[in-house]
């Protein structure tokens, strides 16, 4: 099956000084799909980001978005892509619809329907000053501006952060909304990961600059997997077919988080260790079990 | 029609779609003929990837609990008419492991379930009788 890859980077490397915000980070992100982008904090995500929209040169490698060069290009990649940043970054002086004034005019497919509709679901009035609006209403207001011209890309770099409940599930349902239409494709890079696991089917996690993995969601959910066993001896020796991230010891159970080799296939038993269960695990207590593990070695 | 999703299980969000589907369209909380949400719609309310819901009704449209009439939308079909015993068996079974597989961590034996399960089968049927 052959798909069509919409941000391909290859090898990309970004420093700031001597210090390597990105170190040979490679990634594929088909077009389509609903991407999460996970990793600790100062990992990379947001310069990866700024990488893709233009807004940073990289050091070296190659990234190319919808099939253009960010760098050279930016101005038509500007007008595929709908971007929020995670600082917001907006004048507080102007009214919400000055904003909205002030960026329309760069984009040639902006809607004027979309806008409507946008302001009017998310209770937003054009005579409000945008540096009177909480943080939840500056964040759908961004959101406005991103969607209104119907773009086929969506980056989101840790927008839903700080929001009220109510604000974000406002958020979400209209990303949600968005992804009805064939083809568009969102990247979002975030901490909730709670609430990105209901929308993406793609993951990537970054760590230190690089990718350290990025599979469908469902795969790397039947490949990280919980498993109770119980031995007979003092210990257990070691499973063949996975890898063991961590491991908790309750009497005479063993609770290990192990990355399966193959999706689904369970670890053969040694003798003396009975396997009692093997439980799916969310995709926080994944990222976590593995960002440790890559952390403790 | 009411779905609740619970991440902290794991257990894959189609799947869980799938299972409260069918538990109402069988236990008629979802009467036959009655037309489901939309993907979109679903998918709104859930505030789920829209492929989630649609991959959740494509199963369920494969095991025969909902049917899609081109544009018109989808609808619960009649489960007990339409499916043999034995695959009504089959969507039990799970609840029945899941139940044997606590006993034996409870220590409770074999034997005592079954006699529970007429205990309370016993009881449930009086109540419905009264």
């Known amino acids: 099956m052959t798909q069509l890859i919409c941000i391909e980077c290859r090898d990309l490397g970004k420093k700031f000084g001597r210090i390597a915000a990105l170190d040979g980070l490679t990634m594929d992100v088909p077009c389509g799909a609903v991407y999460a982008l996970l990793g600790r904090n100062g990992t990379g995500k947001s310069t990866l980001i700024q990488v893709l929209m233009g807004m940073l040169d990289a050091t070296h490698g190659s990234v190319s978005v919808l099939g253009l060069d960010p760098l050279t290009q930016d101005v038509a990649v500007k007008q595929r892509v709908g971007y929020i940043p995670d600082r917001l970054p907006m004048y507080d002086w102007m009214t919400v619809g000055e904003t909205i004034g002030f960026v329309k005019p760069f984009y040639e497919g902006w809607l004027k329907d979309d806008e409507e509709g946008l302001l009017t679901r998310f209770r937003l009035t054009r005579q409000q000053r945008v540096g009177a609006l909480s943080r939840g209403n500056r964040a759908l207001l961004s959101l406005v501006l991103a969607m209104a011209h119907r773009p086929e890309l969506v980056l989101l770099d840790e927008c839903t952060s700080g929001m009220d409940a109510i604000a974000r599930r406002e958020f979400e349902r209209c990303v949600i909304d968005a992804l009805q239409s064939q083809g568009r ?4 890079a975030g ?5 990105m696991e209901r929308i993406c089917d793609w993951v990537g996690i970054i760590h230190n600059g690089k990718m350290l993995l990025q599979m469908p969601l469902e795969q790397l959910k039947a490949s990280v997997k919980l498993l109770v066993v119980t031995s007979q001896g ?4 070691a499973l063949s077919g996975c890898k063991v991230l961590s491991r908790r010891d309750a009497g005479r159970d063993m609770a290990l988080i192990v990355r399966l080799d193959d999706p689904d296939v369970l670890p053969e038993m040694p003798a003396g260790v009975v396997l009692g269960e093997a439980l799916p695990l969310t995709l926080e207590e994944i990222f976590v079990a593995l960002v440790e593990s890559e952390e403790g070695s | 029609m009411l779905i609740r999703i619970d991440q902290s299980t794991g257990v894959p969000l189609w799947l869980q779609i799938v299972k409260q589907v069918t538990k109402q369209v069988i236990s008629r909380g979802v009467s036959v003929g009655d037309r489901l949400p939309t993907v979109r719609e679903l998918a709104s309310d859930l505030r789920v990837n829209p492929n989630t819901v649609a991959r959740a009704y494509l199963e369920l449209e494969r095991v025969g609990v909902v049917e899609t009439r081109r544009g018109q939308g989808t609808f619960a079909c009649d489960v007990v008419d339409r499916h043999s015993l034995d695959e009504r068996r089959k969507m039990i079974v799970d609840r029945v492991d899941a139940l044997l597989l606590e006993a034996s961590h409870l220590q409770v034996s ?13 009881a449930v049927e009086s109540e419905t009788r009264k």
């Open chain 1, 185 to 188: 494709t969102v990247l979002f």
């Open chain 2, 110 to 122: 074999h034997d005592e379930v079954i006699e529970i399960l007429e205990e309370r089968a016993r």
């Open chain 1, 191 to 195: 901490h909730q990961i709670d609430e």
């Open chain 1, 234 to 237: 003092p210990d257990i020796p």
